[in-house]
């Protein structure tokens, strides 16, 4: 059996824990647990469903079968024509199956966390960061999708030491999962004087951010300081003592926060932050313990896995994990016109998907 196939089985048999769950009274008397329950056993409903339909069809084809070895002809023929229908009704249920799979268990999230730092390059790769946020700022737009900027490092040139960007709306975790890893350009930097091509990058990670209940973390779970807030070259931009580091003591993570005047707004987008960075951490974890298919299809969303170069002299962008994938319009994609590669990713990762569930029979 497959991987693919095993995970299946095991989405399958969590929901109908679930369903067992939600008539269980001690989950029925308390709310908290019933709202966890119930927004697990709505996730996985959809593809649980379909599976669940998808193997009984397998069932009825396999008694059919037997039919089919009848010595009687008209049982032969009624069989005949049942197993035509009920193949047909599979293919039709398999193609679902793939469609509700490609992206992964937090694909119909409307919610992510969207992280871009500067890497080798200095200033250059600064810059670099900058024209990526504006590159997905621009794609949320025509996806008319909400863009909120929760924290920002600029620098003096214009640029981003890094910036972290909170992307609501249909679709949003589905289609920009696929940008985290290492992003690397190639072109003649604003400052170069003598004309030569320079080579700098950056990195994203996109996480699903996920409902408050999701994630269990306390005031007994973090340290919180408190600061000053500044700006680059060090000048203060906030008198007061209102920017906000919070530091996760089971995992080591830490958030820092002061694009706002409040100390409470610094507090909340941190605390949103760092359960995102929890919620991506465990996932990876148990995505680990369970298989290493998930890597093979896209890539591992690790950021220091290079998945794309940016070739500005040339105007070529190259996604290094699909086969060919290289366009030659990169004024069009830094522009926000980024579809075709997610496209291209999607359809990527649903061939392998139809290639690691096997033959329907």
């Known amino acids: 059996m497959s991987s693919m196939r095993e995970t299946l089985d095991e989405k399958l048999a969590r929901f109908e824990e679930l369903e067992q769950k939600l008539i269980d009274p001690e989950v029925l008397t308390n709310a908290a647990k019933m709202s966890a329950v119930a927004r697990e056993h709505g996730?996985?409903?959809?593809?649980?469903?379909?599976?669940r339909n998808f193997r009984q069809l397998n069932e009825d084809?396999?008694?059919?079968?037997?039919?089919?070895?009848?010595?009687?002809?008209?049982?032969r023929e009624l069989a005949e024509v049942e197993s035509t229908e009920l193949r047909e009704k599979r293919e039709r249920l398999w193609e679902q199956l793939l469609d509700v799979t490609v992206g992964g268990e937090d694909a119909a999230r409307t919610r992510c966390m969207l992280e871009i730092r500067a890497g080798i390059g200095g200033d250059e790769a600064a810059l670099f960061a900058r024209d990526l946020y504006e590159m997905y700022k621009r794609y949320a737009e025509t996806k008319r999708w909400k863009i909120e900027v929760l924290g920002a490092s600029p620098t003096e040139l214009g640029g981003f030491k890094e910036i972290t960007l909170g992307v609501t709306?249909?679709?949003?975790?589905?289609?920009?999962?696929?940008?985290?890893?290492?992003h690397r350009v190639q072109r003649v930097p604003e400052t170069e004087t003598k004309g030569r091509v320079h080579t700098s990058a950056a990195t994203v990670a996109v996480m699903p951010e996920p409902e408050d209940i999701e994630v269990e973390l306390g005031p007994d779970d973090y340290r919180k300081d408190i600061y000053h807030a500044s700006g680059p070259g060090g000048q203060h931009v906030n008198k007061t003592a209102s920017a906000i580091r919070l530091t996760h003591f089971e995992t080591g993570m830490v958030v820092a926060i002061?694009?706002?005047?409040?100390?409470?707004?610094?507090?909340?987008?941190?605390?949103?932050?760092l359960?995102?960075?929890?919620?991506?951490?465990?996932?990876?974890?148990?995505?680990q313990k369970?298989?290493?298919?998930?890597k093979s299809l896209v890539g591992s969303g690790d950021r220091s896995q290079r998945i794309r170069t940016y070739n500005f002299p040339e105007n070529r962008l190259t996604d290094h994990r699909v086969p060919g994938l290289t366009l030659y319009k990169?004024?069009?994609?830094?522009?926000?016109?980024?579809?075709?590669?997610?496209?291209?990713?999607?359809?990527?990762?649903?061939?392998?998907?139809?290639?690691s569930m096997g033959g329907l029979d």
């Open 61 to 75: 084809l396999v008694e059919l079968k037997e039919m089919l070895e009848s010595s009687d002809p008209d049982e």
């Open 43 to 51: 996730r996985l409903r959809p593809l649980a469903v379909l599976y």
């Open 290 to 294: 369970r298989s290493e298919h998930r």
């Open 258 to 273: 002061q694009d706002e005047k409040s100390q409470h707004k610094n507090l909340a987008k941190g605390i949103r932050i």
């Open 275 to 287: 359960k995102s960075r929890l919620y991506d951490h465990y996932q990876q974890i148990e995505h």
């Open 169 to 182: 709306g249909d679709g949003v975790f589905r289609e920009l999962q696929y940008e985290s890893g290492g």
């Open 330 to 355: 990169l004024d069009q994609i830094i522009a926000g016109d980024i579809g075709p590669i997610v496209e291209a990713l999607l359809k990527h990762e649903r061939d392998n998907l139809r290639e």
